[in-house]
């Protein structure tokens, strides 16, 4: 069993950056991969970015190459998606979710998912 918590959403203007967290408690929380998903208003929840239980592979969707960048620290427990150059079109609820070990981009792959948190980006 592996919990989920979010953190580091806000407002932000085109052009901003804003760091989210996902904390992850449970006795195996690191052997865990976590991505990141997000679903914006009238859409269907789509795949960001991935990173695998030991850090050594990251996945990332071609939307937000080289201006999102994720890491982790196994030592917190916690997963970080560093958000540059954000546009009017990242705007949305930003989930973690965790599977074990290697990142896939199936939504349906995850058991375990935080509550989500908000990401406006305004004009």
């Known amino acids: 069993q592996v919990q989920l918590v979010e953190s580091g959403g806000g407002l932000v203007q085109a052009g901003g950056s804003l760091r989210l967290s996902c904390a992850a408690s449970?006795?195996?929380?690191?052997?865990?991969?976590i991505s990141w998903f997000r679903q914006a208003p009238g859409k269907e929840r789509e795949f960001v970015v991935g990173?695998?239980?030991?850090?050594?592979?990251?996945r990332y969707a071609g939307s937000v190459g080289g201006r999102f960048t994720i890491s982790r620290d196994n030592a917190k427990n916690t997963v970080y998606l560093q958000m540059n150059s954000l546009k009017r079109e990242d705007t949305a609820v930003y989930y973690c979710?965790?599977?074990?070990?290697?990142?896939?981009?199936?939504?349906?792959?995850?058991?375990?998912w935080g509550q989500g948190t908000q990401v406006t980006v305004s004009s």
């Open positions: 449970g006795r195996t929380a690191s052997s865990y991969a």
């Open positions: 979710a965790a599977r074990r070990l290697v990142v896939v981009d199936l939504e349906y792959e995850y058991a375990y």
């Open positions: 990173i695998s239980w030991d850090g050594s592979s990251t």
